[in-house]
């Protein structure tokens, strides 16, 4: 019996930066658990930056684009996760059961609009980067709690 993997939507504003590190950190620690996805509600194309640190982090980002989230409107989501307080405001509707999380991450391109440097702007990048992975890696512990045991930074709707 060839039963599926739990499907995880990463969503965001623009999927260029923080949902594409949660996919690609999802991908490479829980690949074999998770069929993982993300998306943006209004998609503004992959961040260079994002790409040059995921690759430095040994992420290869070939492959991954931008993508608005009705371009998955066929699969149902066991567990969708905002990354962004916007994306979490004005999520759409997803048809069926699925698990809610929310988990925002600041924004690196906000961020790193003043850098003096570019140097300075990948500071921004690497560490939301270091902060995604981090949260990605406890995924698997989180979502086996039940709702009462969750972390308070994980909110359910």
Same mark, same amino acid.
């Given at each position: 019996?060839?039963?599926?993997?739990?499907?995880?939507?990463?969503?965001?504003?623009?999927?260029?930066?923080? *949902?594409? &590190?949660?996919?690609?950190? +999802?991908?490479?620690?829980?690949?074999? =658990?998770?069929?993982?996805? *993300?998306?943006?509600?209004?998609? !503004?194309? &992959?961040?260079? =930056?994002?790409?040059?640190?995921? %690759?430095?982090?040994?992420?290869?980002?070939?492959?991954?684009?931008?993508?608005?989230?009705?371009? /998955?409107?066929?699969? $149902?989501?066991?567990?969708?996760?905002?990354?962004?307080?916007?994306?979490?405001? +004005?999520?759409?509707?997803? #048809?069926?059961? !699925?698990?809610?999380?929310?988990?925002?991450?600041?924004? #690196?391109?906000?961020? +790193?609009?003043?850098?003096?440097?570019?140097?300075?702007? /990948?500071? !921004?990048?690497?560490?939301?980067?270091? %902060?995604?992975? $981090?949260?990605?890696?406890?995924? #698997?512990?989180? /979502?086996? /709690?039940?709702?009462?045991?969750?972390?308070?930074?994980?909110?359910? *709707?």
């Amino acid at each position: 019996m060839n039963q599926r993997r739990p499907r995880l939507l990463f969503l965001c504003t623009g999927n260029s930066c923080r *949902s594409q &590190m949660g996919e690609a950190w +999802a991908r490479h620690l829980w690949g074999d =658990r998770f069929e993982v996805y *993300s998306a943006g509600i209004a998609p !503004h194309g &992959m961040d260079a =930056r994002t790409v040059r640190v995921m %690759e430095e982090a040994g992420i290869n980002m070939d492959g991954y684009r931008s993508k608005h989230v009705d371009e /998955l409107k066929g699969l $149902a989501f066991d567990i969708v996760i905002t990354v962004c307080d916007e994306a979490r405001e +004005a999520c759409p509707f997803f #048809p069926g059961e !699925h698990l809610m999380l929310h988990q925002g991450f600041e924004d #690196p391109p906000v961020l +790193a609009r003043d850098a003096k440097t570019e140097e300075e702007a /990948l500071r !921004h990048y690497r560490r939301i980067r270091d %902060e995604i992975r $981090a949260y990605v890696r406890t995924l #698997p512990k989180v /979502l086996a /709690l039940s709702e009462d045991e969750r972390p308070s930074n994980s909110s359910l *709707s």
